[in-house]
């Protein structure tokens, strides 16, 4: 017997690339389990389904930066400064970046690459050791959602948020929707799109000095010009970036949704002040904000 159930939830975390360095994505998670019946004549429950499996797999990899072990690109050491705190040190093709976060900020696959296929190896083997006896089996479908215009990945972290949010390399994958004097303006959508491909978003309250960002020995060795420290203390512990400028927007606000969608309005607005803009900006899949300006 088979139980299905479609758009479980969606993943929204960060990865490390050697090539494309820290990327922003989000997975839609579908959930196929096979097994017998149990005493109440289900396979499972849905409300379990929906509950248990859901928390297993945000507890796992949600709001997080993936890291794939196997990666020459990647080094992960126990921070010098916190305890349960841990550095990651990122040189990709396109940029270096150097970390610091709790641990549990990060989540480390057995691989050399992060993929949807890794992924699902990864998360199958966690969900199935937690289900019931009568479950015997368990197919995971990872997929991005399907978008037709321009679309591009970012990483943020916000400081201010009491829950997972707060973990400084997490990110979305996400579309864009500009009208310039209401018409929509596909253009206006590429270039922010471009604009934003593989981009880190900081916000400038959080600037710290190099004198004051805490990174490994190898990172403080490796710093380059180039590189612009980001840090705060949150719930969870102490966080800190620094990352080269191709790949940094710098924003004059919290890298909400809503504060996001503003600044792209109010960036707009100084371009063309004669004419009126609304941006309809998404955090991953189907959620997100509305601004005008």
């Known amino acids: 017997m088979q139980l299905f159930v479609k758009d479980l939830t969606v993943i929204d975390f960060s990865y490390c690339c050697s090539e494309r360095g820290i990327v922003g994505e989000s997975w839609i998670v579908d959930v196929l389990l096979d097994g017998s019946l149990n005493d109440m004549k ?3 429950d849905f409300a379990v389904v929906k509950k248990q499996i859901k928390a297993i797999i945000d507890d796992a990899v949600d709001h997080k930066l993936l890291i794939p072990e196997q990666c020459s690109s990647v080094q992960v050491s126990e921070s010098t400064f916190h305890h349960d705190h841990e550095f990651v040190d990122l040189s990709a093709k396109r940029a ?22 890794s992924v699902t190896d990864y998360l199958t083997s966690i969900i199935l050791a937690q289900l019931p006896n009568n479950v015997a089996g368990l197919v995971l479908t990872l997929r991005p959602e ?5 679309f591009y990945h970012y990483t943020h972290g916000l400081k201010l948020h009491d829950g997972n949010c ?10 864009i929707e500009l009208f310039h004097n209401d018409n929509r303006s596909t253009d206006l959508e590429h270039f922010w799109c471009h604009r934003w491909q593989d981009i880190y978003i900081a916000s400038e309250d959080d600037r710290v000095s190099k004198q004051h960002i805490q990174l490994s020995q190898n990172a403080h060795s490796k710093l380059l010009d ?6 705060y203390q949150a719930p969870q512990g102490r966080f ?4 080269e400028t191709n790949v940094l927007e710098v924003v004059d606000c919290d890298s909400t949704v809503e504060l996001l969608a ?17 941006v309809i900006a998404y955090e991953g899949v189907g959620k997100g904000a509305i601004a005008h300006a």
């Open 240 to 243: 800190d970036i620094a990352v």
């Open 262 to 278: 503003d600044y792209i309005a109010r960036q707009l607005k100084l371009q063309q002040p004669k004419d009126n803009f609304t």
């Open 96 to 117: 270096h970046y150097y970390l610091q976060s709790p641990a549990c900020a990060f989540a480390k696959l057995p691989t050399n690459e992060i993929t949807i296929s």
């Open 166 to 175: 707060q973990r400084i390399a997490h990110g979305h994958r996400s579309k």
């Open 226 to 231: 180039s590189h612009q420290y980001f840090a």
């Open 42 to 44: 289900m396979v499972l």
């Open 146 to 150: 399907k978008i037709d215009s321009d």
